[in-house]
């Protein structure tokens, strides 16, 4: 397991700027599907880059449960998937429970099997996220579902192909119906699906193994049915855009200078035009992101609008949020994606940040200062933008909620640490 990964809390000395270099880890985002798109391959496949952190830990055990055999060497952070194995159609119980990705092994089963059963997720820290999309299109292709006592029971004979359009862009969804249509009879047109470099990656690596995706990066794909799928033998998983963006915001609110690799700029379009926007000295160097922070004193306030890629992602929202706190003048930060999504808000004014929230949008007033308290972050995402908020606040913060943290960062403390944070590790 990472360092401290056992940890509820932290103990934060604020007012240390940040200095250094940080080593990104692969896309949690990223790994996920990748593992599931691998039951769809009845041979070994090795990833590299494979990030160790706990929901990569959890995926590894609803595969094992499948029948999957993963040799997973974390110093390496390379994985080997044999899907040969699969026995069963029937995810753990309370799999989809722990981590919501879990739903991604759905059509994968129903490809291989004909038949899955995924338990139905509940509503998550940040509000409902229904799983419509994915449901109807597979019901698209062809599947019929029931859902019953909590549970996903779905069934096909084998996938048709068709069209499908989303009513709004989803990650989560375009990648479970592009793992159905890889696989099903004839030809399927999917419209509006979602462009985010961790969807992109993923159909990649399907292309790899021999399926016929075409128009990877627009709005549109044609996927040309295949009989049979081919290991691609080796699959790197590609930068951690939001772990980047996390430390790149937590360079520039401790007015600390911060250098994230690798990361092309490309991953994060938005943010560094909003962050340049705000004032905030940040450019592309030869290892990768460079931002050199003046005092949040010194930026302007700015709107932010969290949108699907290559809009501003929601993932960094409360990091965002916590910048922001300490920038004179009034910021406005929308959330489309979660418009529920601002429980850190209410710690932040513990802290004695000024923020109020209404219908999805956070107004800031920026203040001169934080100042040390207890806090507690409910999701990953959060707590990582209340451990930035430690870093800022005067005297001493504590932020409980770290096993949320541990679930997408991986060695959060140890790197903190290398850049020059004071934190001590609560259990
Ligand atoms: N939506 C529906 N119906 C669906 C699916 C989505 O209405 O069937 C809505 C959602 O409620 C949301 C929007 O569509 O308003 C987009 O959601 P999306 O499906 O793209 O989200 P996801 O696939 O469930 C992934 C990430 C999240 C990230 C979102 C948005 C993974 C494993 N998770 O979730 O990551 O916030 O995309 O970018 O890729 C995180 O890493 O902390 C995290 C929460």
Not at 143 to 160: K, L, M, P, T
Not at 168 to 180: D, E, F, H, L, P
Not at 221 to 241: F, N
Request: net charge neutral; proline share 6%.
């Amino acid at each position: 397991m990472p360092s401290g990964s056992e940890a509820r809390g932290v103990k934060i000395r604020g007012g240390v700027r940040l200095e250094g270099g940080v080593p990104i880890q692969g896309a949690k985002n990223a790994a996920l599907p990748l593992l599931a798109a691998s039951l769809l391959i009845p041979e070994p496949v090795i990833f590299e880059n494979v990030p160790s952190v706990r929901d990569v830990a959890v995926m590894v055990e609803v595969l094992t449960h499948l029948g999957a055999r993963i040799a997973w060497d974390r110093a390496a952070r390379r994985m080997e998937v044999d899907a040969s194995s699969l026995q069963h159609f029937e995810a753990p119980q309370d799999a989809v429970r722990k981590m919501r990705a879990s739903i991604y092994v759905l059509a994968p089963l129903l490809a291989r099997f004909g038949e899955a059963r995924v338990g139905y997720p509940g509503g998550c820290a940040f509000g409902p996220r229904p799983i419509d999309f994915h449901l109807r299109g597979l019901e698209r292709l062809g599947a019929s579902v029931d859902v019953a006592f909590g549970e996903i029971h779905a069934r096909i004979r084998r996938f048709q192909g068709n069209h499908f359009a989303f009513d709004r862009k989803s990650v989560g969804a375009t990648i479970q119906v592009v793992m159905a249509a890889v696989l099903a009879e004839g030809t399927t047109v999917l419209d509006n699906v979602a462009l985010e470099p961790e969807v992109a990656t993923t159909l990649e690596f399907l292309n790899a193994a021999g399926a016929r995706i075409e128009g990877i990066g627009t709005d549109r794909l044609v996927i040309h049915g295949v009989k049979t799928l081919q290991s691609p033998g080796k699959w790197t998983v590609i930068p951690d855009r939001i772990e980047a963006g996390t430390w790149l915001i937590a360079g520039a609110a401790t007015g600390g200078e911060v250098t994230v690799s690798p990361m092309p700029k490309a991953f994060l379009p938005t943010v560094l035009e909003k962050l340049a926007e705000a004032g905030v000295d940040i450019r592309e160097t030869a290892e990768g992101l460079n931002v050199h922070g003046a005092s949040p004193q010194h930026l302007r306030p700015i709107r932010v609008v969290t949108e699907p890629f290559p809009g501003f992602p929601t993932d960094l929202q409360p990091q965002i949020t916590v910048l922001l706190a300490r920038v004179p003048g009034s910021s406005r930060i929308r959330d489309t994606i979660y418009p529920t999504r601002f429980h850190h808000a209410e710690e932040l004014r513990r802290l004695g940040a000024r923020i109020e929230v209404e219908d999805g949008t956070a107004w800031i007033e920026g203040v001169p200062r934080l100042t040390g308290a207890e806090v507690e972050g409910r999701d990953l995402r959060a707590t990582a933008a209340l451990v930035i908020a430690g870093l800022v606040a005067e005297g001493e913060t504590v932020v409980r909620g770290f096993e949320h943290l541990v679930r997408g960062y991986e060695d959060f403390v140890g790197k903190l640490r290398a850049l020059g944070a004071e934190v001590e590790l609560l259990f």
